[in-house]
Each structure stands twice: as structure tokens, then as C-alpha cells.
């Protein structure tokens, strides 16, 4: 019995190509179950970064041509075998071959794949010693523990002035698809948006009515301000949206409550003077870049002690897997 | 658990009763020292807490490329616990004065200027629980606030040997 991947990430494919053998969770599910039809276990993964089939097969060349034309035989297709496919989901599990080193999302993902699939006791402990490993790394690591995006870093450093977000309320101004983007991250760490400020009142509509959140428009927002934990800014407006007088007006009613100002405009919709006071946090797009830079650099530093782990992982735990794949011939 | 370690400690070191109005004073002298450490050791809890505060607000406050690689808790945490902290030891060192004063009126003796500094100190965390629950002080204020009752905490636990003993 051999072990076969078959796939493409975005290491290879453009979003182009990816987006021709894009899976959703429940056509990888099928995917998987009509390919073990045939008396192969298959484990389909699918993210926005790759596809990739898992398959134990006696044959491992016809389980291959297989998983190729399921993927489209796209001419960007990788094809590994055994020890080397094995390494490969190590890898991907513990976030080493994603898009940002370490981001934490694809765990799950792989645990995710492994159920709806149709893994046999090979790619079942295949998949679970993956996830362990995966783990491992996050814990004897610091790979995931600074967040490297603009949206997740300001969402941090949020959290970093409240702690839990649970009950925080954000007020989005600007509905576009940057405000969104960090207000999203913000929500998904527990906070609300109350409200969403926007000149067309209706685009503001458009995005409070996803977070079940009110539409004011933008002259309005300042009015928002005092129930507002968190600010996320981005506007195109060309001068300030939000003034320090107006910011320093509302410190009264908030009774010390800390405010955390995130703006996300170019040019700047938040005057920066409003970061002198008292209990006001401001960050613009240079601050927030350059957290997410400096977290970048580490995480970068960070995965070569995390391919050394996995890499020791995959040699330790191989031959175990090896010797499976040795005693189910068929 | 502490505390009750330390009403032990001082009980023995105060070799028991000795009779007549003295049992009541040493009573009174038990639950004065033990109530006033239990206070000063809160003191000093909010006190690390304000200066932690400080520090992450700081941080926080210059956009330190490095803020999210050394965690510490969050502000809303450090300062909910501070003011908790004192909300906790300010009764304790209130009753340990009225202790202390207690034992002066049985056992006699005249008011020093320790004492003068303990009332000081019991002012200023009184005046940081006041603004807190009736203006809302929190944050950056607060903090230095909190810090300048250590001060005078430390003034108290200094003077202790030479003025308060002698």
C-alpha cells in the first residue's frame, strides 16, 4: 500500500488556477467519499490556499491518475509519495507552507478534512499524528503567537487595551471593504458592531444589516463615539472625520472607559492629535504595518526551528506509519 | 490563610496575655497588626499592578513595534485589579486602625506621627476609591494615584521600627 498527494497550493497556482479546483467543505466531503468508492481511504483538503487529495492505495499510480483528473490535471499539480507526502502534510498542518507562516486557521482545517473524509486507520492516525505535530509546534514555538496582518494586528492590540472582547462594541466608519476586513477580525474575537457611518447611507445599511448593527450617516458619527469601544476608520474623505476636540468631547461621558482608535484611511481620518488623550489609543496604517512587520520578521525566523520539529516528528513517526502502510496490502 | 499565619506569629511574639485589661489589649494589638499587613500587602499588589500599567500603557501609547511579543495583561485587567485590590484592603487597613486606636485608649499612649501617615495613607486610597466610583478615574491618573499611596505605605513600613516601637 502506498501514500499519494495530489495537489496545488498557492505556492504554485495562482488564485486563477486555484479557484478552478476549489472545494467547499461539503464537495470535499463527496469528493472524498466517491474516490474511497473505488477501495482507496481519501482525505480531501480544501482551503483558499490549496487542494489536495490523500490516498492510500495498493495502486499507487492509478490512485494518482485519479486524484489528477479529479483536480483538472492542471499542469500545476504536485504529486508526492510516502515519506515525502507525509512531510508535506506536517508541514501544511503546522502552518509552515501558508500563505503567512503560522497562521492558525489551517489546523482545523486539516483535523476538519480528516473528518468529512474518507480516511482508513492509515490516513486516519496520518492525519492525527499531523494535527499533533501541528500543535507541537505552535507550543514549543513562538511561530504563532504575533499576529502579521494589518486587520489581525490591530485586532490584538485591541485586545491588548480590553482583554476580552466579549461585549466590546465597534463603530465602523466607512463601509468599504477595509473597514470591514478589521472589523470582521474584531468580531471574531468576540466584539459587536453597533453601528456603521457611512456618506451613502445605504452602503452603511448594506454592511450593519450583515452584523445586525444600525446605519447613521457619516456626519453622525461622532455622536456614536461614547458607546463606542473600538474605531475602525476608512474613509476617503479628504480631511479629518473624527477631530481631537470632538474625541475629547465625549472622554466625560465614557468615565475613563479606554477608547481604541483604528485608522485605516490614506489620508488620515482621525486626527492624530486625539492620541494624546487621556485613555485614547490611535493607531494608523504605518503603526499597525509596522507591528505586523516586526511579526512577520519573527515568525520567519521561527520556522526553521519549526521545520527542524517536524521534520524530526516525520522521522520518528514514519516507519510506525510505513509499517501500517506495509501490513494493509489492499 | 496568610493572615491567619501572621495573627499566630504576632500572638506568639506578643507572648500570650498577661492578665487583666492587657488580654484585651493584645487582642486589639493582634488585629491591628494583622488587618495593616493585610492591608499593605493589597497596597503593594495594586501598586505592581499600577506600575505594569504603566508600563503596557506606555507601550501601548508609542506604538512599540515589539508590544505583541512581550504579553502582559490587558489594561481594562490591570486596572479592574488594582482597584478591586484597594477595594479589598482599604476596610482592612480601616479596621486595623480603629484597632490600633482601640488598644492606644486601653493600654495608653500618645498619638505619633506614624499614625499621623497611616490616616495620610488611608485618605489617599480612600480619595482613589471616591473619584474612581463617583468621577470614573481610571486609567493613566489612577494608576499614579495608587502609586503615591505606595509612597506613603513605604514611609509607614520604614518608620515603623523607630517611631512606632520606640
Same mark, same amino acid.
Given at each position: 500500500?502506498?501514500?499519494?498527494?495530489?495537489?496545488?497550493? !498557492?505556492?504554485?497556482?495562482?488564485v486563477e488556477?486555484?479557484e478552478?479546483?476549489?472545494?467547499?467543505?461539503?464537495?470535499?466531503?463527496?469528493?472524498? !467519499?466517491?474516490?474511497?468508492?473505488?477501495?482507496?481511504?481519501?482525505?480531501?483538503?480544501s482551503?483558499?490556499?490549496?487542494?489536495?487529495?490523500?490516498?492510500?492505495?495498493?495502486?499507487?499510480?492509478?490512485?494518482? *491518475?485519479?486524484?489528477?483528473?479529479?483536480l483538472?490535471?492542471?499542469?500545476?499539480?504536485?504529486?508526492?509519495?510516502? !515519506?515525502?507526502?507525509?512531510?508535506?502534510?506536517?508541514?501544511?498542518?503546522?502552518g509552515?507552507?501558508?500563505?503567512?507562516?503560522?497562521?492558525?486557521?489551517?489546523?482545523?482545517?486539516?483535523?476538519?478534512?480528516?473528518e468529512?473524509?474518507?480516511?482508513?486507520?492509515?490516513?486516519?492516525?496520518?492525519?492525527?499524528?499531523?494535527? !499533533?505535530?501541528?500543535?507541537?509546534v505552535?507550543? *514549543?514555538?513562538?511561530?504563532?503567537?504575533?499576529?502579521?496582518?494589518?486587520?489581525?494586528?490591530?485586532?490584538?492590540l485591541? +485586545? +491588548?487595551?480590553f482583554?476580552?472582547?466579549?461585549?466590546?462594541?465597534?463603530?465602523?466608519?466607512?463601509?468599504?471593504?477595509?473597514?470591514? *476586513?478589521?472589523?470582521?477580525?474584531?468580531?471574531?474575537?468576540?466584539?459587536?458592531?453597533?453601528?456603521?457611518?457611512n456618506?451613502?447611507?445605504?452602503?452603511?445599511?448594506?454592511?450593519?444589516?450583515?452584523?445586525?448593527?444600525r446605519?447613521?450617516?457619516?456626519? +453622525?458619527? *461622532?455622536?456614536?463615539?461614547?458607546?463606542?469601544?473600538?474605531v475602525?476608520?476608512?474613509?476617503?474623505?479628504?480631511?479629518?472625520?473624527?477631530?481631537?476636540?470632538?474625541?475629547?468631547?465625549?472622554?466625560?461621558?465614557?468615565?475613563?472607559?479606554?477608547?481604541?482608535?483604528?485608522?485605516?484611511?490614506?489620508?488620515?481620518?482621525?486626527?492624530? =492629535?486625539?492620541?494624546?488623550?487621556?485613555?485614547?489609543y490611535l493607531?494608523?496604517?504605518?503603526?499597525?504595518?509596522?507591528?505586523?512587520?516586526?511579526?512577520?520578521a519573527?515568525?520567519e525566523? =521561527?520556522v526553521?526551528?519549526?521545520?527542524?520539529?517536524?521534520?524530526?516528528?516525520?522521522?520518528?513517526?514514519?516507519?510506525?506509519?510505513?509499517?501500517?502502510?506495509n501490513?494493509?496490502?489492499? | 490563610?496568610? @493572615?491567619?499565619?501572621?495573627l499566630?506569629?504576632?500572638?506568639?511574639?506578643?507572648?500570650?496575655?498577661?492578665?487583666?485589661?492587657?488580654?484585651?489589649?493584645?487582642?486589639?494589638?493582634v488585629?491591628?497588626?494583622?488587618?495593616?499587613?493585610a492591608? $499593605?500587602?493589597? $497596597?503593594?499588589?495594586?501598586?505592581?499592578?499600577?506600575?505594569?500599567?504603566?508600563?503596557?500603557?506606555?507601550?501601548l501609547?508609542?506604538h512599540?513595534?515589539? /508590544?505583541?511579543?512581550?504579553?502582559?495583561?490587558?489594561?481594562?485587567?490591570?486596572?479592574?485589579l488594582?482597584?478591586?485590590?484597594?477595594? $479589598?484592603?482599604?476596610?482592612?487597613?480601616? @479596621?486595623? /486602625?480603629?484597632?490600633?486606636?482601640?488598644?492606644l485608649?486601653?493600654?495608653?499612649?500618645g $498619638?505619633?506621627a506614624?499614625?499621623?501617615?497611616?490616616?495620610?495613607?488611608w485618605?489617599v486610597?480612600?480619595?482613589?476609591?471616591?473619584?474612581?466610583y463617583?468621577?470614573?478615574?481610571?486609567?493613566?491618573?489612577?494608576?499614579? @494615584?495608587?502609586?503615591?499611596?505606595f509612597? @506613603?505605605v513605604i514611609?509607614v513600613?520604614?518608620?515603623?521600627?523607630?517611631?512606632?516601637f520606640?
Open positions: 500500500m502506498s501514500l499519494v498527494l495530489v495537489g496545488t497550493s !498557492h505556492r504554485l497556482a495562482p488556477l486555484r478552478l479546483v476549489a472545494l467547499g467543505e461539503k464537495e470535499a466531503a463527496d469528493v472524498a !467519499h466517491m474516490l474511497a468508492a473505488g477501495g482507496w481511504e481519501t482525505v480531501c483538503l482551503t483558499c490556499n490549496r487542494t489536495e487529495l490523500y490516498l492510500a492505495s495498493d495502486d499507487a499510480e492509478a490512485a494518482e *491518475q485519479r486524484a489528477a483528473a479529479v483538472r490535471d492542471l499542469p500545476v499539480l504536485y504529486r508526492l509519495h510516502d !515519506h515525502a507526502a507525509a512531510l508535506h502534510l506536517f508541514r501544511v498542518a503546522a509552515l507552507d501558508s500563505l503567512v507562516p503560522g497562521e492558525g486557521e489551517i489546523l482545523g482545517q486539516v483535523r476538519k478534512a480528516a468529512i473524509g474518507a480516511p482508513g486507520p492509515l490516513l486516519d492516525r496520518l492525519f492525527r499524528d499531523a494535527v !499533533h505535530a501541528g500543535r507541537r505552535r507550543s *514549543q514555538t513562538a511561530i504563532s503567537e504575533s499576529p502579521a496582518s494589518i486587520s489581525s494586528a490591530a485586532a490584538a485591541a +485586545q +491588548q487595551v482583554g476580552d472582547l466579549a461585549g466590546r462594541k465597534i463603530l465602523v466608519i466607512g463601509a468599504g471593504k477595509v473597514s470591514e *476586513q478589521a472589523a470582521r477580525n474584531l468580531v471574531s474575537r468576540g466584539a459587536a458592531i453597533s453601528a456603521v457611518a456618506r451613502s447611507v445605504a452602503r452603511a445599511e448594506e454592511l450593519a444589516g450583515r452584523f445586525g448593527a446605519a447613521v450617516p457619516l456626519e +453622525q458619527a *461622532q455622536d456614536e463615539l461614547t458607546a463606542a469601544d473600538v475602525v476608520s476608512s474613509t476617503s474623505a479628504g480631511g479629518f472625520v473624527l477631530e481631537q476636540e470632538g474625541v475629547h468631547g465625549t472622554l466625560g461621558a465614557r468615565r475613563g472607559r479606554p477608547l481604541f482608535l483604528i485608522d485605516l484611511a490614506l489620508p488620515r481620518d482621525i486626527d492624530p =492629535e486625539a492620541a494624546k488623550l487621556a485613555n485614547v493607531y494608523n496604517l504605518d503603526d499597525l504595518a509596522k507591528i505586523a512587520e516586526g511579526n512577520l519573527q515568525r525566523a =521561527e526553521a526551528r519549526c521545520r527542524a520539529i517536524i521534520a524530526e516528528r516525520t522521522a520518528a513517526l514514519w516507519p510506525q506509519i510505513a509499517r501500517n502502510l501490513s494493509n496490502p489492499g | 490563610m496568610p @493572615l491567619a499565619t501572621v499566630l506569629a504576632v500572638s506568639y511574639a506578643g507572648g500570650g496575655t498577661t492578665g487583666d485589661a492587657s488580654g484585651y489589649s493584645t487582642l486589639f494589638l488585629a491591628h497588626v494583622g488587618l495593616v499587613l492591608a $499593605f500587602a493589597g $497596597f503593594t499588589l495594586a501598586a505592581a499592578l499600577s506600575v505594569l500599567y504603566l508600563w503596557q500603557e506606555r507601550r501609547k508609542r512599540e513595534a515589539g /508590544i505583541l511579543r512581550v504579553r502582559v495583561p490587558a489594561l481594562v485587567t490591570l486596572d479592574d488594582a482597584g478591586r485590590t484597594i477595594a $479589598f484592603a482599604l476596610p482592612a487597613l480601616t @479596621l486595623g /486602625i480603629v484597632a490600633g486606636l482601640i488598644r485608649g486601653i493600654h495608653g499612649g $498619638f505619633d506614624l499614625m499621623g501617615v497611616t490616616i495620610l495613607t485618605a486610597y480612600g480619595v482613589f476609591l471616591l473619584l474612581r463617583e468621577a470614573g478615574w481610571h486609567g493613566r491618573k489612577a494608576a499614579y @494615584l495608587l502609586l503615591a499611596g509612597a @506613603l514611609a513600613r520604614l518608620g515603623l521600627p523607630t517611631v512606632h520606640s
